[in-house]
């Protein structure tokens, strides 16, 4: 369940900062290079924040920490 609410909040916040980017890059370059950094980022949230939940569940952090 930990694993579950960690990767959702991850992937809310990279939504965020991908919603965020996208609106940036909208005003200053143009809409299409926009959409595509957007759904680029977008869909590579969700591989990347599982990557991140395994590598805090699994302890790899702590490990190599001690």
């Known amino acids: 369940m930990k694993a579950l609410i960690l990767y959702v909040g991850l992937v809310i916040?990279?939504?965020?900062?991908a919603a965020l980017l996208g609106i940036y890059l909208e005003k200053a370059i143009s809409s299409t290079v926009s959409?595509?950094?957007f759904l680029s980022l977008f869909?590579?949230?969700?591989?990347?924040?599982?990557?991140?939940?395994?590598y805090i569940m699994d302890g790899?952090?702590?490990?190599?920490?001690?």
């Open 13 to 17: 916040v990279g939504a965020v900062l």
């Open 35 to 37: 959409l595509i950094v």
């Open 60 to 66: 790899t952090l702590r490990k190599s920490q001690a």
């Open 43 to 54: 869909f590579a949230n969700f591989a990347i924040s599982w990557v991140i939940v395994i």
